[in-house]
């Protein structure tokens, strides 16, 4: 063997050394963060897993309690904490590791729970509770009390080294067992004026109700009607959703959109197009000017803009159904123009078509209002406002200005109580918060 | 004989380096596959057809300094453009008309966001496009959408948590947060798709599950009732 053969299997002797030992130290390193990063990640859980116990404990508490008083003051407190831990409950549960299937039904028990306190703690400034309010109340801190006791259960696997999610230490998930047993139980069907009321659940499209039904070939005639200068016209399918729908895909100027309109009556129910805009020429007013005529030709009348907002130079321009100078909110279109050609470029009505029907729009205009006096009245009107569920409420708005800040107060017509405020936030677009 | 010494003299470097090169290849595959990268978040930056804040911050320095006569009003036109490539080319900078953070840092301001100022600084915003972009690109736009109003009915659902982040996030939800996918920079179709959604466009009519039928596994997602179909995606 010669000398530069040594010296070259040396060299290479050392290098392979060199590199085994960094492929090892990097393995030990990578194994470690690996560990750390799952031990950290099983903290997290686990955090989620004791607040959740804790949240529980303290709702089941808070009902009990609520059953057995008879004033509406501490009622109404304690309501309100039942209001945010339920909540804080289900959003601790749902980052545990259950299946999404098993953990609807728990989560909506306990998310319709906090959204029912809230409902039952707002009527307490004006009614008392019901006995049939406080029976359910306490069955529903029963049921409570269960999922607690049964989670709280776990902690000893906890202590054993089990894991929360089951990815780590065991090949089970303590949290999904335990939750597929609660996704069976027979929750009781929670109907009130809230936002995850059951009652919402039989929504119907009250505008379309008394509508004749239109074939697919009447519908496809309807397109060219709303939109004359649709080119490449094709039928693309059908939507059974709760708004049954037939959908069309066409070229409108440079844009490619889809359209969705209702099997029943023909009327547009959404446009959307995707459109590039690289250089916005047109101003939010020249926007608005394009969606009053866009708007009427799609067949919707007396609708009048009530709150523009430009993101990324797609103007979004809200319209809202116009009676005798009242605004009614809950029959609102939104549209999207274009800001470089000015093409209208999405239509979206399930709101209008939802709520809009024949109102006595005549109610009592005599309403005396508390103002802050640090607020300077920008304008006032009187408009329908819907809630949380599906009732709505005659109102006064009122736009105000405080400093910089732009602020919009709703005053119920009916108590003169203020009922809604909302402060408009400037960033990339323009937010009603 | 000798001949034969000779050429096993020549063959064992040749299979000495061979090995080495295979081992150090291995180790470097190895060492980038398990060590965490260091990541790589694209620079922010705004141009054309960007509106909002930044935007605004922007033009009012600009109009400040001479460079730019135009009205300040939030929304990133051609004036703008002209504007920013004036400042450009007289403080040394590419003149390209886009402010990135070499044109940012001269102006003084500082560019937000992960991707691009012009997304918005709604961290929903930026959230719901990540997920639209790790789940549905390559989807007709009106299916980027319908993914990003899926999200959107779900924070309206009982049954689900009540923020964007609680149903992106929430344990074994959506797979591009379980491979990562949710961390890619999501491209200008997937930031206006969300952007729809939570603007109030729902091509779903009130769906909250979605799944392609040539891949999805679950037996019992596809026990449920097909409401449409958009791409590749199904929605119920």
């Known amino acids: 063997m010669n000398k530069t053969l040594k010296i070259f299997l040396v060299i290479s002797l050392v290098v392979l050394l060199a590199a085994a030992t960094g492929l090892i130290v990097a393995l030990v390193y990578a194994s470690a963060d690996r560990d750390e990063a799952q031990t950290r990640l099983n903290g997290v859980y686990e955090k989620s897993y004791f607040d959740a116990v804790d949240y529980l404990g303290d709702v089941g508490t808070k009902l009990d309690k609520v059953s057995v008083l008879s004033g509406p003051s501490l009622q109404s407190v304690l309501l309100a904490d039942v209001r945010r831990e339920s909540e804080l409950a289900a959003s601790d549960l749902s980052r545990l590791g259950a299946e999404t299937e098993n953990m609807e039904k728990v989560l909506k028990f306990l998310n319709q729970l906090s959204d029912y306190a809230g409902y039952l703690s707002g009527k307490l400034n004006k009614e008392t509770l019901t006995k049939e309010e406080k029976t359910d109340l306490a069955r529903y801190a029963g049921l409570v009390k269960d999922l607690e006791q049964d989670l709280r259960a776990l902690q000893e696997k906890l202590v054993r080294g089990d894991s929360i999610d089951g990815s780590a230490l065991s090949d089970f998930s303590l949290i999904d067992d335990l939750i597929k047993t609660y996704s069976s139980v027979d929750y009781p069907e929670m109907i009130y004026d809230g936002p995850f009321s059951d009652g919402l659940d039989e929504r119907t499209a009250k505008s379309l109700e008394s509508l004749s039904p239109v074939g697919r070939d009447g519908a496809k005639d309807l397109v060219t009607e709303y939109f004359p200068e649709a080119t490449e016209i094709e039928y693309v399918g059908e939507s059974s959703a709760t708004i049954q729908a037939y959908l069309f895909s066409f070229r409108l100027g440079r844009n490619e959109g889809t359209l969705a309109l209702t099997q029943k009556g023909g009327k547009v129910l959404s446009y959307n197009a995707y459109c590039v805009i690289d250089d916005p020429t047109l101003t939010e007013e020249e926007c608005v000017e394009k969606g009053d005529e866009y708007i009427k030709k799609l067949g919707f009348s007396d609708m009048k803009a009530v709150w523009v907002n430009n993101n990324n130079s797609t103007v979004y321009i809200n319209y809202a159904y116009v009676y005798d100078d009242i605004i009614v909110y809950p029959d609102l279109i939104k549209i999207k123009i274009c800001s470089e050609t000015g093409d209208l470029i999405g239509v979206e009505s399930q709101n209008y078509l939802y709520n809009h029907v024949p109102r006595d729009l005549s109610f009592d205009k005599s309403v ?66 | 004989m000798q001949s034969n010494v000779s050429q096993k003299s020549r063959r064992v470097p040749l299979k000495v380096a061979c090995v080495i090169v295979a081992v150090l290849t291995l180790a470097c595959a190895v060492v980038l596959f398990v060590l965490p990268s260091e990541g790589g978040a694209e620079a922010a930056s705004v141009k054309q057809g960007s509106t909002g804040a930044t935007v605004r911050q922007i033009q009012t320095k600009l109009k400040n300094w001479g460079y730019y006569t135009g009205t300040v009003d939030g929304i990133y036109g051609s004036k703008t453009t002209a504007a920013v490539k004036y400042f450009q080319r007289k403080n040394g900078l590419t003149a390209d008309g886009v402010v990135g953070p070499k044109t940012a840092a001269a102006m003084g301001i500082t560019l937000t ?48 948590p009540n923020t964007v982040s609680g149903v992106i996030y ?67």
């Open chain 1, 368 to 433: 005396v209002l508390d103002l802050d006096e640090s607020l300077t009245v920008v304008s006032q009107s009187y408009c329908v406002v819907p809630t949380d569920g599906e009732r709505e409420i005659a109102a006064k708005e009122v736009v105000a200005r405080k400093g910089s800040d732009l602020y919009y107060i709703y005053y119920d017509l009916s108590t003169e109580r203020e009922i809604r405020c909302l402060v408009v936030i400037e960033d990339e677009g323009r937010l009603l918060r």
């Open chain 2, 170 to 236: 929430q344990t074994g939800a959506f797979d591009v947060v379980t491979d990562g996918q949710i961390n890619l920079t999501p491209n200008d179709s997937a930031k206006r798709a969300a952007q729809d959604a939570l603007n109030g466009w729902d091509p779903t009519n009130g769906c909250l599950f979605y799944y392609n039928p040539s891949t999805a596994t679950s037996a019992w997602i596809r026990k449920k009732p097909v409401k449409l179909s958009i791409g590749n995606h199904v929605f119920c």
């Open chain 2, 113 to 160: 966001g992960s991707s691009s100022a012009s997304t918005g600084g709604s961290g929903d915003l930026n959230l719901l496009a990540r997920l639209v972009y790790g789940e549905a690109r390559g989807e007709p736009y009106l299916g980027q959408v319908a993914v990003a109003a899926v999200v959107l009915n779900r924070v309206k659902s009982s049954s689900f």
